[in-house]
């Protein structure tokens, strides 16, 4: 069995819902999506009809753009109850999500756990001398605006600092409540740490990448790999020993149709697990 993971597929693009729709099949391995496979319910639906036939099992984590509230979908739902229906659409083809109980795989170095988490981001990715409330503003004067700022809502909560928060207090008692010499493969769409949330062409997107909240969840609960998408740049960080994988695909113009999708799907890379657990 071979781990395989992937991210931002953004499949409201052509190009991207065309490569995947290609993908070959890969019978007997587990595929990770980190998150960002369109925006909303119908994209969600159609890409897990494309993936789950061509994988012995899929495991996700919604991304920002998974959670917009667009005009297509009926009814249109928003923050809480948009991510329960995206759930139950995972569930509805086997798909493993943030809300079932971590599975413990025999990967070839020995057995892990797949957490895959929801955490979402709370503004803390920002310089010290930026308050909460200027963060925004301080953002668009180097013209970086995200898009969650208009159409990703955090119903029920007040905030999507307050979501943030609760997410993350939810998965830290249940990592917590794992047996603490099994190694894990964390997964989330966000970055867990500041120092990897760094875009050089948009500097100031730091807010909508993450939380201070996770630092050092890699060291806490005993991580053997790391698995992220969101910046839209490929590559692995190594941190404590521990190989961080940013895994998306990204829009069109970012990768080469020329390729194929499937030499972009990322085998993820683990610490053997009594390195892990030293």
């Not at 971590?102 to 020995?110: I, M, Q, T």
């Not at 998408?229 to 113009?253: A, C, K, M, N």
Request: with cysteine; aromatic share 10%; net charge positive.
């Amino acid at each position: 069995m071979r781990l395989w993971a992937l991210s931002d597929l953004h499949v409201s693009h052509p190009e991207n819902r065309q490569a995947l729709a290609c993908l070959p099949a890969y019978p007997d391995d587990w595929l990770i999506v980190a998150g960002d496979v369109g925006h909303g319910v119908l994209a969600l639906d159609w890409c897990f009809r494309q993936l789950t036939p061509k994988f012995r099992q899929v495991v996700w984590v919604p991304g920002n753009h998974d959670l917009w509230t667009v005009p297509r979908d009926v009814p249109r739902l928003a923050g809480g109850a948009l991510y329960e229906r995206l759930v139950q659409i995972a569930r509805g083809h086997g798909v493993i999500t943030p809300e079932d109980p971590y599975p413990v795989v025999d990967h070839r170095d020995g057995a892990v756990l797949i957490a895959p988490l929801f955490l979402l981001y709370d503004y803390s990715f920002r310089p010290p001398h930026v308050g909460r409330d200027e963060v925004v503003g301080w953002a668009r004067q180097d013209g970086a605006v995200c898009s969650d700022e208009f159409v990703l809502h955090p119903d029920p909560y007040p905030d999507r600092e307050s979501w943030c928060a609760a997410r993350c207090e939810a998965a830290a008692s249940r990592l917590a409540a794992c047996p603490a010499d099994l190694p894990k493969v964390l997964v989330n769409h966000f970055p867990l740490e500041e120092q990897h949330a760094v875009l050089p062409r948009i500097p100031r997107f730091t807010p909508w990448c993450g939380t201070r909240r996770t630092r050092g969840w890699h060291r806490r609960y005993n991580a053997c790999a790391v698995v992220y998408g969101h910046l839209h740049i490929r590559g692995t960080r190594w941190l404590d020993g521990v190989p961080f994988q940013e895994v998306s695909l990204g829009y069109p113009r970012q990768w080469d149709r020329r390729r194929g999708i499937d030499s972009y799907l990322r085998e993820v890379a683990m610490t053997p697990p009594r390195a892990a657990r030293r």
